[in-house]
């Protein structure tokens, strides 16, 4: 049997960009839509014990991409997979174009 109560309960409403402080729900309008860079780093790290997570908007979040892509265009100037794989650059579901 399951005993219930009515409680109340913290709700995210937005989460508001770490790198330009904008909303990224546009204001509540939308259920919030961010990117998020995160990193827990453990024992044989020098970070051991230490964790990260930035919350990124649309803009901040293509534009740290971009930065992301160019630094891996650097790492790979002479590499054939380089230019391969540039277009896609972390993207794991999207649009494809239709045949
Ligand atoms: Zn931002």
Known sequence: ???????????V????CDVCGE???QDGQYSPQFGLLHAEWGYGSPHDGES??????EGCFFT???SLKEQR???T????KGAELEEEFGLI???????
């Open 52 to 57: 990260y997570q930035v919350h990124l908007c």
């Open 64 to 66: 740290t991409l971009a």
């Open 13 to 16: 409403t937005d989460v508001l």
């Open 77 to 80: 100037t002479f590499s054939e």
């Open 73 to 75: 265009r650097g790492n």
């Open 23 to 25: 909303s990224t729900s």
């Open 1 to 11: 049997m399951k005993v219930t109560s009515k409680q109340l309960v913290d709700v």
């Open 93 to 99: 579901e999207g649009h494809q174009e239709i045949l």
